[in-house]
């Protein structure tokens, strides 16, 4: 609605875990937008069902093939693209990263989460407020508009969950709280993991949503100001928390979402605890992750 409003014709989105990338293409194709989408070129392999889909929507999936190719450098090359394309060219961006209004935009949008999660609270235990929200955090969209509507009720917990990959100090993480201090990247200062003289840390993680060197400026905030409280979760505990949810509950998530339920063996709830846990997505593009795991503890 805004491009067409700003009298642009071509869209184009950066996408890890081709979530973003989908969704983009699916309005493009609504709108008869053309549709752009850079992808790392380890995600474009380690998602492919996300990768057919955004094809079948007629959007164009490029690769990229720079830095550690993963959603970092997807964002970097449509940064570039936006940057040499200003008149006809609108960029959606798929997180709250990015420059200013992106992060405003993008949380307030997400906010839906929050104020959904109020309704159906008040529906089902009669009061709005939960003890505890619990997300996880890649740039941390699904995380800000979790928390939105619950940041002026300090008696919510709010809970972060970073991948920290093989370990938060193996070298392979993508913990940015734990790891990080202030930087720029992708146009707006927050955390970000960086070598002493400013270059970028490559991160890692299993899950190409989360497998990103910094997070946005809200979450940053909420860090530094303790209003959240940050935990992390390793690949595995990642992999078994999906695992546990798929056969108690029958719901197979996002290997991003997984990291959030992994906190749920970090904190010491209390019985009564009413405890909401932002499930972002689901895990079928993440099949191959998951198939492996199950033959590797069988
Ligand atoms: C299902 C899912 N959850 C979470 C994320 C992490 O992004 P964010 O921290 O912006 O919510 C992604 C990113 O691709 C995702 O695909």
Not at 237 to 253: D, H, N, S
Request: charge should be negative; glycine fraction near 10%; hydrophobic fraction near 40%.
């Amino acid at each position: 609605m805004l491009a067409k409003r700003l009298g642009q014709t071509r869209i184009i989105a950066e996408t890890g875990a081709g979530q973003h990338g989908v969704a983009t293409a699916t309005v493009c194709a609504r709108a008869g937008l053309e549709c752009i989408v850079y992808m790392g070129a380890l995600d474009v392999a380690r998602q492919s069902p996300n990768v057919e889909k955004m094809k079948m929507l007629g959007a164009e999936v490029k690769s990229v093939y720079s830095g550690n190719k993963t959603l970092k450098d997807a964002t970097n090359e449509a940064l570039r693209d936006w940057i040499n394309n200003p008149v006809d060219t609108h960029y959606i961006i798929g997180s709250v990263v990015g420059p200013h209004p992106y992060p405003d935009m993008v949380a307030r949008f997400q906010s839906v989460i929050s104020e959904e999660i109020r309704v159906q609270l008040k529906e089902k235990t009669g009061k709005e407020t939960p003890d505890y929200v619990i997300a996880c955090v890649g740039g941390g969209s699904n995380a800000a508009g979790a928390f939105y509507h619950f940041l002026d009720d300090p008696v919510v917990k709010l809970i972060a969950v970073e991948a920290a990959g093989k370990g938060v100090y193996s070298g392979e993480s993508a913990a940015t709280t734990q790891l990080g201090r202030a930087g720029v990247l992708h146009g707006s200062k927050s955390l970000l993991m960086q070598t002493p003289d400013g270059q970028v840390i490559e991160p890692y993680s299993i899950s190409a949503g989360l497998d990103y060197p910094g997070i946005g400026p809200m979450l940053a905030n909420l860090f530094v100001t303790k209003r959240a409280q940050f935990l992390s979760a390793t690949d595995d505990e990642a992999l078994r928390a999906a695992l546990y949810l798929t056969q108690k509950e029958g719901i197979i998530p996002a290997l991003e979402s997984a990291h959030a339920l992994a906190a749920l063996e970090m904190i010491d709830f209390k019985p009564d605890d009413v405890v909401v846990v932002n499930i972002s997505g689901r895990g079928d593009k993440d099949m191959e992750a998951y198939l492996n795991y199950y033959q590797s503890i069988k």
